[in-house]
């Protein structure tokens, strides 16, 4: 059963293309959000390794937060009497929270899907838990996000087409409950349709028709980066992409690294979200022009050049790799903190680049300069 579209103020502005590639402006009640976008992840209200402030400084316009972990704790009704997500972290601007549907399914074991809801265990505390549509969307406004997500169920690939086709309509119908559900927000919040289907493009193609006949303020392809090689993530987002309507954003959920993004961007995807650049960070990988690099390896030990001393980034310009490899090594917390907003500095970089190359006609040029410096690797050991 469709629902009337809905009629409130469209929020998005395409402001120029080049190819399929798309630089536009979404504004939202916190501010507004440059595209393409990454949005870095505060999984549970807070940045791992990272002040607010840095994240900000950096370049990010919005950022994430986790529905199912927030419910879980500190828990939705005590953010709101707290005046909401934004006031509780200190985050002063735009933020998309996802569903819980995903987490539900990758986190818990046991859990139960049915078509009124998934019931699953707090991985906190064994508690039994519920979550259909309605909750998700009650748990999102009550966080008080600019961007909520329609609940939707997700199937890791590879799977049997039955259960694709299974979890792609249960999405469907949950996507128009979801929408009910977000009806009595106020103006200027937005709620985002999932598209489903796995690797299968007839089921990519169901799900997206299904979507914009319910129509929504956005539109996500989800269900990739969940373990398919890339290559199916590209044909997948060839064939959805071009299926949603040009006027709204699109965006693609979990992805990724700098190359998944600069490819997505030249099949006309507006936003992304990925912990890869705090999680690598942690683990001493970072990220720059060069490539990633692995501050773990010995031949850093004596080298004290910056990963890029053309970097407007502080921590990148300026601090010796030397230290980063002491630190990592050491298990000094600094040394995933550096790491850290090293590469959300340099994700953001990326994705300014790309606005602009795009606003200027040269997205071309842009996209094979930065795959040929990703090609040539890291300056050689001294």
Same mark, same amino acid.
């Given at each position: 059963?469709?629902?009337?579209?809905?009629?409130?103020?469209?929020?998005?502005?395409?402001?120029?293309?080049?190819?399929?590639?798309?630089?536009?402006?979404?504004?939202?009640?916190?501010?507004?959000?440059?595209?393409?976008?990454?949005?870095?992840?505060?999984?549970?209200?807070?940045?791992?390794?990272?002040?607010?402030?840095?994240?900000?400084?950096?370049?990010?316009?919005?950022? &994430?937060?986790?529905?199912?972990?927030?419910? =879980?704790?500190?828990?939705?009704?005590?953010?709101? $009497?707290? %005046? @909401? /997500?934004?006031?509780?972290?200190?985050?002063?601007?735009?933020?998309?929270?996802?569903?819980?549907?995903?987490?539900?399914?990758?986190?818990?074991?046991?859990?139960?899907?049915?078509?009124?809801?998934?019931?699953?265990?707090?991985?906190?505390?064994?508690?039994?838990?519920?979550?259909?549509?309605?909750?998700?969307?009650?748990?999102?406004?009550?966080?008080?996000?600019?961007?909520?997500?329609?609940?939707?169920?997700?199937?890791?690939?590879?799977?049997?087409?039955?259960?694709?086709?299974?979890?792609?309509?249960?999405?469907?119908?949950?996507?128009?409950?979801?929408?009910?559900?977000?009806?009595?927000?106020?103006?200027?919040?937005?709620?985002?349709?999932?598209?489903?289907?796995?690797?299968?493009?007839? &089921?990519?193609?169901?799900?997206?028709?299904? =979507?914009?006949?319910?129509?929504?303020?956005?539109? $996500?392809? %989800? @269900? /990739?980066?969940?373990?398919?090689?890339?290559?199916?993530?590209?044909?997948?987002?060839?064939?959805?992409?071009?299926?949603?309507?040009?006027?709204?954003?699109?965006?693609?959920?979990?992805?990724?690294?700098?190359?998944?993004?600069?490819?997505?961007?030249?099949?006309?995807?507006?936003?992304?979200?990925?912990?890869?650049?705090?999680?690598?960070?942690?683990?001493?990988?970072?990220?720059?022009?060069?490539?990633?690099?692995?501050?773990?390896?010995?031949?850093?030990?004596?080298?004290?050049?910056?990963?890029?001393?053309?970097?407007?980034?502080?921590?990148?310009?300026?601090?010796?790799?030397?230290?980063?490899?002491?630190?990592?090594?050491?298990?000094?917390?600094?040394?995933?903190?550096?790491?850290?907003?090293?590469?959300?500095?340099?994700?953001?970089? =990326?994705?300014?680049?790309?606005?602009?190359?795009? $606003?200027? %006609?040269?997205?071309?040029?842009?996209?094979?300069?930065?795959?040929?410096?990703?090609?040539?690797?890291?300056?050689?050991?001294?």
């Amino acid at each position: 059963m469709s629902l009337p579209t809905d009629s409130r103020p469209n929020h998005f502005e395409l402001l120029a293309t080049d190819g399929a590639a798309r630089a536009g402006r979404l504004t939202t009640p916190q501010g507004v959000v440059r595209t393409p976008a990454f949005m870095p992840v505060g999984t549970a209200g807070a940045m791992k390794g990272m002040h607010w402030r840095e994240v900000r400084e950096a370049g990010a316009d919005i950022v &994430l937060g986790n529905t199912y972990h927030l419910m =879980l704790r500190p828990g939705a009704e005590r953010i709101a $009497a707290l %005046g @909401g /997500l934004q006031r509780f972290t200190g985050w002063n601007g735009p933020m998309l929270t996802d569903s819980g549907g995903f987490q539900v399914m990758s986190l818990s074991d046991l859990r139960k899907v049915s078509e009124h809801a998934v019931t699953f265990r707090s991985h906190i505390d064994g508690a039994k838990v519920e979550l259909s549509p309605e909750r998700s969307i009650e748990v999102q406004r009550f966080l008080g996000s600019d961007i909520a997500m329609q609940m939707d169920e997700c199937v890791r690939l590879p799977a049997e087409r039955d259960d694709i086709e299974r979890a792609m309509r249960l999405s469907l119908r949950w996507a128009e409950r979801s929408k009910r559900a977000f009806e009595s927000a106020p103006a200027g919040y937005m709620l985002f349709g999932i598209v489903q289907g796995g690797d299968v493009p007839q &089921l990519r193609h169901a799900s997206a028709q299904g =979507l914009v006949e319910i129509g929504f303020h956005g539109y $996500a392809i %989800g @269900g /990739l980066a969940v373990g398919e090689p890339q290559a199916v993530m590209l044909a997948m987002i060839d064939e959805t992409a071009p299926a949603l309507p040009s006027d709204r954003p699109r965006y693609l959920m979990g992805v990724g690294t700098p190359d998944d993004i600069l490819e997505a961007v030249k099949r006309g995807i507006d936003m992304f979200d990925c912990v890869m650049p705090t999680r690598n960070g942690r683990h001493g990988v970072a990220f720059t022009r060069f490539g990633q690099v692995n501050l773990r390896n010995a031949r850093h030990a004596d080298d004290p050049r910056p990963l890029d001393d053309e970097s407007a980034w502080p921590s990148t310009r300026n601090c010796a790799r030397a230290y980063l490899h002491h630190l990592v090594k050491a298990g000094e917390t600094l040394g995933a903190m550096l790491l850290s907003e090293i590469n959300i500095a340099y994700y953001q970089f =990326l994705m300014q680049g790309i606005r602009d190359a795009i $606003a200027h %006609g040269k997205f071309e040029e842009f996209y094979q300069r930065t795959r040929e410096d990703w090609a040539s690797g890291d300056i050689a050991p001294r």
